[in-house]
């Protein structure tokens, strides 16, 4: 069974924190990618990686990095966290030819 | 760039009512298209695709979904909806090389379906 995994359900962070957000999946898949999911907002493209050290920008990368050490893993990076990061978070990943596969999700408050 | 529309933000239907979830896409090339489903406190859930070929694509949970390319839509069926339907509906167009998202998806921004008894 096909597997990705977030580190955390829930999270509550105080603004200004550095919050680290993770993602592993274990499909050996070469893409990954972090959304933000908003009510009425959709999902929306934050980062994406197609290879280890690579990482392209989405639509709305503002405030935000990302790492990829290794194929298997890919961090979402809020260098300070503010409000406005308030949000669902969602990984996926991809390899040609198919669909893309979600995590569970990590639902974020920053106060 | 693509663009994904989804006209109705929520839809209301009786239990064992049929069911037509409207998706419009706007891409310049042969899109590749998904639907997705989230229940209550659950990640996304793939219920079909469409790369190529026949434009009538079955999908999971009895749900199929026709792709016309004169009207640039996908819009989601299913001829009879059961309780355990309520969820939120997720259209979505992939691009990049491979067209299946290599890029990342571009989603609509979701219709709420709610059942009634």
């Known amino acids: 069974d096909v597997k990705v995994t977030q580190s955390s359900r829930y999270l509550v962070k105080r603004t200004g924190e550095k919050v680290f957000l993770e993602c592993v999946q274990d499909?050996?898949?070469?893409?990954m990618f972090w959304y933000r999911q908003d009510p009425g907002l959709g999902l929306r493209l934050i980062y994406f990686?197609?290879?280890?050290?690579?990482?392209e920008k989405g639509d709305i990368p503002e405030g935000y990095s990302v790492s990829r050490e290794k194929k298997e893993r890919f961090s979402l990076i809020l260098e300070s966290a503010s409000t406005n990061q308030t949000s669902m978070y969602l990984c996926?990943?991809?390899?040609?030819?198919?669909?893309?596969?979600f995590g569970p999700g990590t639902r974020l408050t920053v106060l | 760039a693509q663009s994904v529309t989804q006209p109705d933000i929520h839809i209301t239907v009786s239990e064992g009512a049929s069911l037509e979830l409207r998706c419009n896409y706007s891409?310049?090339?042969?899109?590749?298209l998904f639907w997705y489903v989230q229940s209550p406190g659950q990640g996304l859930q793939l219920l079909l695709k469409?790369?190529?070929?026949?434009?009538l694509v079955q999908g999971i949970k009895g749900f199929e979904a026709e792709f016309k390319r004169s009207q640039s839509s996908f819009n989601l069926r299913k001829p009879s909806v059961h309780w355990s339907d309520a969820a939120e509906y997720f259209c979505?167009?992939?691009?990049?090389?491979?067209?299946?998202?290599?890029?990342?998806?571009?989603f609509g921004k979701g219709t709420h379906l709610i059942i009634q008894p």
């Open positions: 996926a990943s991809w390899t040609s030819g198919d669909e893309q596969f």
């Open positions: 469409y790369f190529s070929g026949d434009t």
């Open positions: 499909m050996d898949h070469e893409n």
């Open positions: 979505a167009v992939g691009a990049g090389y491979s067209g299946g998202g290599a890029d990342g998806l571009t």
């Open positions: 990686s197609y290879d280890v050290k690579m990482k």
């Open positions: 891409y310049g090339a042969t899109p590749y």
